[in-house]
C-alpha cells in the first residue's frame, strides 16, 4: 500500500518560514482529498488545510492568509507553505489523503507518521 512521508519541520523562530512536504511512497494516480493536520501537545488533533483533487484549497481560520497548500501533480507531492509562524502553531503536522489512486486500486484515509514544527518566541 502506499504510504505518506513527511518532511521539513523543525525549529524556527517566530515570525519564519517552513515548508512541509508529504510524499507518497508509490505512484498516486488521482485522489479525491489532500491536506494537513496537526495535533499539539494536549490537545485534539485539528484540520489546518485541505485541497480537493480539482486544486481547490480550504484553510482553517488560524492559519489564512500565512499558509498555503499546494500539490505537484506530476510527483503527487503536497506541500504546506507556512510563513509568519506563531508559537501556538507549534505542533506535529500530519499529512493525510483520502481517496487516492494507486497501481493497486483505491486507498482511504491514509496518514503520515508527522514531522514536528516548533515556533520559539
Known amino acids: 500500500q502506499v504510504q505518506l512521508v513527511e518532511s521539513g519541520g523543525g525549529l524556527v523562530q517566530a515570525g519564519g518560514s517552513l515548508r512541509l512536504s508529504c510524499a507518497p511512497s508509490?505512484?498516486?494516480?488521482?485522489?479525491?482529498?489532500m491536506g494537513w493536520y496537526r495535533q499539539a501537545p494536549g490537545k485534539q488533533r485539528e484540520l489546518v488545510a485541505t485541497?480537493?483533487?480539482?486544486?481547490?484549497?480550504n484553510y482553517a481560520d488560524s492559519v489564512k492568509g500565512r499558509f498555503t497548500i499546494s500539490t505537484d501533480n506530476a510527483k503527487s507531492t503536497l506541500y504546506l507553505q507556512m510563513t509568519s509562524l506563531k508559537g501556538e502553531d507549534t505542533a506535529v503536522y500530519y499529512c493525510?489523503?483520502?481517496?487516492?489512486?494507486?497501481?493497486?486500486?483505491?486507498?482511504?484515509?491514509?496518514w503520515g507518521q508527522g514531522t514536528q514544527v516548533t515556533v520559539s518566541s
Open positions: 493525510h489523503a483520502d481517496r487516492i489512486g494507486t497501481v493497486r486500486g483505491l486507498q482511504y484515509e491514509v
Open positions: 485541497i480537493t483533487g480539482t486544486g481547490s484549497p
Open positions: 508509490g505512484r498516486i494516480f488521482t485522489f479525491n482529498i
